[in-house]
């Protein structure tokens, strides 16, 4: 039975993970414009290698799944969204000129509010009792 109140919870650990998860993505690709890597590509970098630590811990911890090629498929659907909002904020900022690391956190904080949902509904597909 997934009713609201498992979805909270599943939430939270999603939000936990999601905070581990970005803190790896945001020293990826700080490390990665320091050395000289353009911003759009550090975040990309950043971003594949968070999405393969995201789909192990969500899976298991949050979803208490199996891994399968079917939902690191859907996953890997899902982050596609995701990466290009987070792709989007990255030029958004540039075009805008904000400072490099003033982007780097706003491109990877959008996609955990987008990536939850998608995960709990399509990913995964846990509907809510009502």
């Known amino acids: 039975i997934y009713g609201w109140r498992s979805m909270l919870i599943r939430a939270g650990k999603f939000l936990l ?3 581990l998860v970005t803190g ?4 990826i690709s ?14 990309a970098i950043a971003f594949i290698i968070a999405f393969f630590i995201s789909y192990l811990l969500q899976s298991k911890v949050t979803f208490g799944n199996a891994y399968s090629l079917g939902k690191l498929s859907k996953y890997a659907f899902a982050a596609m969204i995701t990466f290009t909002a987070s792709q989007a904020v990255v030029y958004l900022c540039l075009y805008l000129s904000f400072s490099t690391r003033l982007a780097i956190l706003l491109s990877a904080l959008t996609p955990p509010g987008i990536s939850f949902f998608l995960n709990y509904f399509f990913v995964f597909g846990k509907r809510p009792n009502h």
């Open 17 to 19: 993970i999601g905070i």
């Open 24 to 27: 790896i993505h945001l020293a």
């Open 30 to 43: 700080l490390f990665l414009v320091h050395f000289f890597h353009s911003l759009p590509w550090a975040n």
